[in-house]
């Protein structure tokens, strides 16, 4: 796995990118582990509840939900820029693919913004993996990414989400809604409300190749 992991990075250094804390790992997803992770987008109620949505799921049927988890998540392998770039990262416990979070920062993003997002098997949910994940996530955004504010979403009726969120530090800035109609709730962080949650001895490796790229320096 780790060969094709390399391999994979030697392409796009964001799959190089690991997180590390207490057991639970960030790393860049081979297809394998994207595999695990479409099964349980594709599994009914595999993420959120009976009654709730996620942009995944949303009005598809689970062998769709599955191809459409993938189709999304491969998109995601471009090759980083300053302008615009995406840093998925799977969640990993005892080997096992639990969930997906990504760093992303897009050409209207001010310098310095970062959005995140994440999302958990809900069999894992209830364990506090939830704010474990999002605050690693933030550790690299913040400390060794240079991000000075991180932005995220969720729909107005997931309380579990927006629970994590507020957990980190993040404050709602604002309410819209989604171009489907669904209400939706945006937050934001910054360093320090970060760092009074901060967990200790966050490993982070691997970041060097994917700084590089996102530089202004190197373009």
Do not use: K
């Not at 009005?59 to 980083?80: I, K, S, T, Y």
């Amino acid at each position: 796995m780790d060969l094709v992991r390399d391999d994979l990075a030697a392409l796009y250094p964001q799959v190089g990118v690991r997180v590390a804390h207490a057991g639970l790992v960030l790393v860049g997803p081979t297809d394998d582990e994207l595999l695990e992770l479409a099964a349980i987008v594709a599994e009914p109620h595999g993420i959120l509840g009976p009654g709730q949505e996620h942009f995944l799921t949303r009005a598809l049927g689970d062998d769709d939900a599955a191809r459409v988890f993938l189709e999304w998540a491969w998109r995601l392998r471009e090759f980083p820029t300053t302008g615009r770039w995406r840093l998925p990262l799977a969640v990993l416990e005892g080997g096992r693919a639990l969930g997906l979070v990504v760093l992303a920062h897009e050409v209207e993003h001010p310098a310095g913004t970062v959005h995140t997002s994440s999302w958990l098997a809900r069999a894992e949910q209830g364990r506090g993996l939830g704010r474990r994940v999002r605050l690693m996530l933030l550790e690299l955004a913040f400390e060794h990414l240079g991000m000075t504010r991180a932005v995220t979403t969720a729909a107005d009726d997931n309380r579990a989400s927006l629970r994590v969120s507020q957990r980190c530090g993040y404050r709602e800035t604002h309410r819209r809604r989604h171009a489907d109609g669904t209400p939706e709730v945006h937050l934001a962080v910054t360093p320090g409300a970060w760092r009074r949650r901060r967990l200790d001895d966050v490993v982070v490796e691997g970041v060097e190749p994917f700084l590089a790229a996102i530089s202004p320096a190197s373009r």
